[in-house]
């Protein structure tokens, strides 16, 4: 019987709908958080969604983890690569935040203090139950060989940084501003995974990846500029020329699949 949450290692075969789902959620989860962060304070919201938005932020933290733990047991399928390029990212970046508002059971976490190294504690604690788990690198090595067979796999992975890179880029603004832009992102990370989960062909994976990627950094690029020339100081050639270079960076795994027929390599077992 095959399990509900992997997917085929044939190229030709879509991934199960469970496991696209499985895939998508991280956008969906940081979707609903950008976008319950981005609430006009004006607004008559009820008290149960900002309830929902601290359980959303909370959630962001510990559930990507957690299913990249998942991953790693079942040997990374396709679905898992957004979240090992997501949590990763997310750890480098936690290293130098503070967090005073985070609290659990009432008790600050780590107060005004940076995380520093704990900002890696999630991932090593992924390494550890992974490896005791399957009491084998084989995983590991299935996440790099994958990569070789099917380049667009480690795009995808940094496709899982997207969330991040709209919170950072959108930060600081006129919350109704920002809340059109961050509904139409999300709308469009989702569809951009879930289409390119289900493609069968390598041309459609790529166009998938095109579509969610390319937007959604121009408007990540240009939005913000256009708000801080109204409202401050901005460096539009130096925001294109960023963006333009994020661009290139999560296209250039293509020379993957280049480098890849000059030189075979057979996959793992």
Same mark, same amino acid.
């Given at each position: 019987?095959?399990?509900?949450?992997?997917?085929?290692?044939?190229? %030709?075969?879509?991934?199960?709908?469970?496991?696209?789902?499985? =895939?998508?959620?991280?956008?969906?989860l940081w979707g609903l958080e950008l976008i319950g962060g981005e609430l006009p304070h004006e607004w008559a919201v009820p008290t149960w969604i900002h309830t929902l938005v601290g359980i959303l932020f909370v959630s962001g933290l510990l559930l990507p983890p957690i299913v990249l733990c998942v991953g @790693?047991?079942?040997?990374?399928?396709?679905?898992?690569?957004?979240?090992?390029?997501?949590?990763?990212? #997310?750890? +480098?970046?936690?290293?130098?935040?503070?967090?005073?508002?985070?609290?659990?059971? =009432?008790?600050?976490?780590?107060?005004?203090?940076? *995380?520093? @190294?704990?900002? *890696?504690?999630?991932? %090593?604690?992924?390494?550890?139950?992974? &490896?005791?788990?399957?009491?084998?690198?084989?995983?590991?090595?299935?996440?790099?060989?994958?990569? *070789?067979?099917?380049?667009? +796999?480690?795009? #995808? =992975?940094?496709? =899982? $940084? !997207?969330? &991040?890179?709209?919170?950072?880029?959108?930060?600081?603004?006129?919350?109704?501003?920002?809340?059109?832009?961050?509904?139409?992102?999300?709308? +469009?990370?989702?569809?951009?995974?879930?289409?390119? &989960?289900?493609?069968?062909?390598?041309?459609?994976?790529?166009?998938?990846?095109?579509?969610?990627?390319?937007?959604?950094?121009?408007?990540?690029?240009?939005?913000?500029? !256009?708000? @801080?020339?109204?409202?401050?100081?901005?460096?539009?050639?130096?925001?294109?020329?960023?963006?333009?270079?994020?661009?290139?960076?999560?296209?250039?795994?293509?020379? $993957?699949?280049?480098?890849?027929?000059?030189?075979?390599?057979?996959?793992?077992?």
């Amino acid at each position: 019987m095959s399990n509900p949450v992997s997917d085929s290692r044939d190229s %030709a075969s879509p991934t199960p709908w469970p496991a696209s789902l499985a =895939g998508a959620a991280l956008f969906l989860l940081w979707g609903l958080e950008l976008i319950g962060g981005e609430l006009p304070h004006e607004w008559a919201v009820p008290t149960w969604i900002h309830t929902l938005v601290g359980i959303l932020f909370v959630s962001g933290l510990l559930l990507p983890p957690i299913v990249l733990c998942v991953g @790693w047991i079942r040997s990374f399928p396709r679905w898992s690569y957004p979240y090992v390029g997501h949590v990763v990212v #997310f750890s +480098l970046y936690m290293t130098s935040v503070a967090t005073p508002d985070l609290q659990i059971l =009432g008790v600050p976490l780590f107060g005004r203090q940076l *995380w520093g @190294w704990r900002a *890696w504690i999630p991932l %090593a604690v992924v390494a550890l139950i992974s &490896l005791l788990v399957t009491r084998s690198l084989r995983p590991l090595l299935r996440l790099f060989t994958n990569v *070789w067979h099917d380049w667009t +796999l480690l795009t #995808f =992975g940094m496709f =899982g $940084i !997207l969330p &991040l890179w709209v919170a950072i880029n959108f930060d600081e603004m006129d919350r109704l501003y920002s809340l059109v832009f961050m509904v139409i992102l999300t709308v +469009l990370m989702i569809g951009a995974a879930l289409l390119y &989960l289900r493609s069968r062909r390598p041309g459609a994976r790529i166009a998938a990846l095109a579509i969610g990627i390319v937007p959604t950094i121009a408007v990540t690029v240009v939005a913000p500029t !256009l708000y @801080w020339q109204r409202h401050g100081w901005v460096n539009p050639r130096g925001a294109a020329l960023l963006g333009g270079a994020v661009l290139l960076a999560m296209f250039l795994p293509a020379a $993957i699949g280049l480098f890849r027929r000059a030189t075979p390599l057979r996959p793992a077992g």
